[in-house]
């Protein structure tokens, strides 16, 4: 079974930076998608980036490209998401999520995604 533990969330303030951790177990990224997703209190779960080993394409979303960047380290089956200005819309829980299989980038959606994380909250203040 594919275990999926994020960390690394906190509180900083505006315009600081955060480094979040995703550690897989149960399988090695082969040909695998990975994603961030967030939610905010009262919102729907938003797509943050996401990368499929079939494809190397590296997607962002429009809200934080610029300012993220999500990266691997597949000796460690760890996927890191390196948060830069933050502001305070970014405030969120955020999750990591996986799914096994030979997907482009382009073609993946929320509902694809078939091991989650539990979540790490990031706080962002004024």
């Known amino acids: 079974e594919v275990q999926l533990v994020e960390s690394g969330g906190g509180l900083v303030q505006t315009g600081g930076s955060l480094r979040l951790s995703c550690a897989a177990s149960?399988?090695?990224?082969?040909?695998?998608?990975i994603a961030w997703f967030r939610q905010a209190p009262g919102k729907e779960r938003e797509g943050v980036s996401c990368?499929?080993?079939?494809?190397?394409?590296?997607y962002y979303a429009d809200s934080v490209k610029g300012r993220f960047t999500m990266y691997s380290d597949n000796a460690k089956n760890t996927v890191y998401l390196q948060m830069k200005s933050l502001k305070p819309e970014d405030t969120a829980v955020y999750y990591c999520?996986?799914?096994?299989?030979?997907?482009?980038?382009?073609?993946?959606?929320?509902?694809?995604?078939?091991?989650w994380g539990q979540g790490t909250q990031v706080t962002v203040s004024s």
């Open positions: 990368i499929s080993s079939t494809d190397q394409i590296t």
């Open positions: 149960g399988f090695t990224f082969t040909d695998y998608a």
């Open positions: 999520a996986a799914v096994l299989g030979k997907w482009r980038t382009s073609d993946l959606g929320i509902g694809d995604f078939d091991s």
